[in-house]
């Protein structure tokens, strides 16, 4: 007992502890003035009938109850709630009442209207385990004061924590209900706007780092129910370029690296999601997005943007979408007014931004550029009331009927009102379908926007700090650098070039995703792989090959046979140059006063072919000098692994012999010159009268030996 009650209290620390901090910053409404009550279950609405009631309806609510507590619940029910009578019928109380903690304000649970959970004879839950519930309440039952309001109702979980302990609130829900009974004085153009794209994952011709994509267009992923809400009447739909490049690459067969997985799946259902996108493509209104949905922002503000031009190159070889117009959607919807210039610099049909950005509310603004600004209201996508899970589709929808309702209601007669709503998820999707029986909403295509009057505004924008700090960072950055810089490498080093720069303009857009934000293992694991091809490629698939040790005998002109061999697999048909490369051999001796190699050009070196030359040694002294060998780009950077030669040049010694040969005869000509003269000096002594010590008939010994040395 003592043990249980601990781990209760436990429980409720962490809870409290953490309350706030696991929602994202972008959906977390601001702090409340009252501490939230602990919850011991999540409840997860599923659904809500009729959406729009009339005064004869019963409202239904559906949903999932989750303990989430370490404990057994036990008495288990669930009961329909109601906030006070008192509507909501203003934008400002709507607002405030996303703020309101779970119990505030109190409510009324009615007490015939429950459900025993799991059921009336086990009302008992474990931890993690799940359970459905469905409770029921007529208007008149629910008993609202008004008769047109938007109003709180939701469920309550009630049950112990203990087998004998007392009943207690274990959980709650909300929603927006929207009651009316007779029809706004306005109505409101809804715009909707389908985003196809998807975070990249190809990283060769046909590999890809993951298979999320397949389960994305797999039968009710995210992207088949995303292209079904698209396909409904008076929809828009925005595509990403990189999307339908990875998907026919899928469908001609892929692989996922590191996994021996069949792709079978994958490549049917990429199969069928074209065919219906080729389907939509034709008969909707249909834009294009940036190739890879970049993070413009981030491009911007470390002046990257010639980035941008990469995508733009990559976009126009995917088929059948350079005739969309295109639509620049920095990410979020956010900018500052750096990345609304960068973002009119590439001549966009539109720009889309967020509300929250703009701070303004009517659909189409003006822009300092001839592109206007497409204005979406960011804010109905947040969900609904307190506590989590908030972002249901149920939430989302009855939130976006709530706020239109409001809208229509409360602005003069005759004002002409519109929204965009931008649907990235599946239940963005659910949600604003969900609205299209609203009596007081128009279904209108974002062509049909764009061709109406623009608001004049001020051009303000705001880029609060933490919009900037959650641009892709310092490091993700440097990796783009990095793959560009191997890229333009490997591209300058081809000898036909065309097709590897459309692969690095595919792969550079798809680097700069918006979708790597906050998700740097991820980027690691797509840029990593292009990097690590590009690296081998560059480091050890152009060789050098040669004597380690050579010899010259001559001082100039003549040099050391060497040989440069391209390993990347040769193409099947011999006349192809693809993966050809030029290169040259810059030669580094260690002593350049002594001997110095001049650099070699190869010419054209096809795949898997050798081709030789020979180095021109320049030697001023006999003697061995190192040399290093570099291969380099026709530019000069240096690729491939380095070598050293160890140059002997032996042509002083082959001088030294010239030099005898020729001052031989000079020598002997000398010494038989030397020899007369003495022995013409030998006769006039001999002639000469002299004291009788003094004469003798052979000459000193000592002097024909210094004779014969001369």
């Keep these: 007992m003592e043990g249980g009650v601990r781990t209760l209290r436990l429980f409720a620390a962490a809870v409290l502890l953490t309350a706030g901090l696991l929602l994202p910053a972008a959906v977390r409404p601001p702090p409340a003035a009252a501490q939230e009550p602990q919850p011991f279950v999540s409840i997860a609405l599923t659904s809500i009938e009729p959406a729009l009631p009339s005064p004869d309806s019963t409202v239904t609510l559906k949903g999932t109850v989750t303990n989430i507590s370490p404990v057994v619940l036990s008495n288990l029910q669930a009961i329909f709630w109601r906030a006070p009578r008192l509507p909501l019928l203003t934008a400002e109380a709507l607002d405030r009442s996303l703020t309101w903690p779970a119990d505030e304000p109190l409510g009324e649970r009615l007490s015939d209207n429950y459900q025993n959970i799991p059921s009336e004879t086990n009302r008992t839950l474990k931890p993690g385990k799940s359970t459905s519930f469905m409770v029921q309440a007529t208007l008149d039952e629910l008993d609202f004061s008004l008769e047109n309001g938007v109003y709180l109702i939701g469920a309550h979980v009630r049950g112990r924590t203990d087998l004998n302990g007392a009943d207690v609130t274990l959980g709650r829900t909300r929603v927006f209900l929207p009651v009316q ?77 590191g996994s021996d997985a069949s792709t079978n799946d994958g490549q049917s259902a ?64 956010a900018a500052d007014a750096e990345t609304l210039g960068a973002a009119e610099d590439l001549d966009p049909t539109a720009i889309l931004l967020s509300d929250v950005s703009t701070a303004q509310l009517r659909p189409l603004l003006t822009a300092p550029g001839k592109a206007p600004i497409i204005n979406f209201t960011a804010s109905s996508f947040g969900g609904g009331p307190g506590p989590d899970p908030r972002n249901t589709e149920v939430h989302i929808q009855q939130r976006m009927l709530a706020e239109t309702w409001i809208e229509a209601s409360s602005a003069p007669a005759g004002t002409t009102l519109g929204r965009v709503h931008v649907i990235r998820s599946a239940a963005q999707a659910a949600g604003g379908a969900g609205s299209a029986n609203a009596p007081w909403i128009t279904r209108g295509t974002l062509s049909k926007l764009l061709k109406s009057d623009p608001t004049t505004w001020n051009q303000q924008l705001n880029y609060p700090k933490a919009v900037r700090a959650a641009e892709l960072n310092a490091s993700q950055l440097r990796s783009v650098r990095q793959l560009a810089r191997s ?9 036909e070039p065309d097709n590897a720069k459309v692969t690095a303009a595919s792969s550079l857009a798809r680097s700069t995703s918006s979708s790597w934000r906050r998700a740097q293992n991820a980027m690691r694991r797509f840029v990593g792989p292009q990097q690590d091809e590009l690296d081998t490629i560059l480091t050890e698939k152009i060789e050098i090959r040669t004597s380690r040790k050579v010899t010259t005998v001559a001082r100039q002109g003549v040099g050391f046979p060497i040989t440069v061999r391209n390993t990347l697999p040769a193409p099947e048909d011999p006349a192809s140059l693809t993966d050809a490369v030029r290169v040259k051999l810059l030669f580094q001796s260690q002593v350049e006063q002594r001997l110095s190699v001049e650099p070699l050009e190869l010419g054209l070196i096809p795949a898997g072919a050798n081709v030789s030359g020979t180095a021109s040694v320049d030697a001023k002294s006999n003697g061995t000098v190192p040399v290093t060998a570099q291969l380099t780009t026709m530019s000069g950077i240096p690729i491939g692994r380095p070598i050293t030669i160890q140059v002997t040049a032996t042509q002083a010694g082959v001088a030294g012999w010239i030099i005898v040969l020729i001052s031989g005869p000079v020598l002997v000509a000398g010494v038989a010159l030397r020899i007369r003269q003495v022995a013409k000096e030998r006769s006039k002594a001999a002639a000469a009268p002299g004291p009788a010590e003094a004469l003798s008939s052979k000459p000193p010994a000592d002097e024909l030996h210094q004779t014969l040395d001369v």
Excluded at 308 to 314: N, P, V
């Design 487 to 495: 890229y333009a490498t490997y591209t300058e080093l081809l000898a």
């Design 181 to 257: 009974t007779a029809k706004p004085a306005n109505t409101l153009q809804m715009t909707s706007v389908v985003i196809l794209n998807s975070r990249p994952s190809r990283v060769g011709k046909s590999e890809f780092s993951d298979d999320h994509l397949a389960r994305e267009v797999a039968a009710d992923g995210r992207l088949d129910r995303l292209i079904k809400a698209a396909d409904a009447v008076d929809v828009s739909f925005a595509v990403d370029p990189a999307l339908i490049d990875e998907l026919r690459t899928m469908k001609a067969g892929y692989s996922v690296r």
């Design 270 to 333: 990429a199969t069928r999601w074209l065919e219906k996108f080729e389907s939509l493509k034709s008969s909707h209104d249909g834009f294009r997005l940036l190739y890879g949905s970049p993070d413009i922002a981030a491009l911007v503000h470390s002046n990257q943007t010639k980035l941008l031009d990469q995508g733009q190159l990559a976009a126009r070889t995917v088929e059948g979408l350079s005739t969309l117009p295109l639509l620049v959607f920095p990410a979020g919807g």
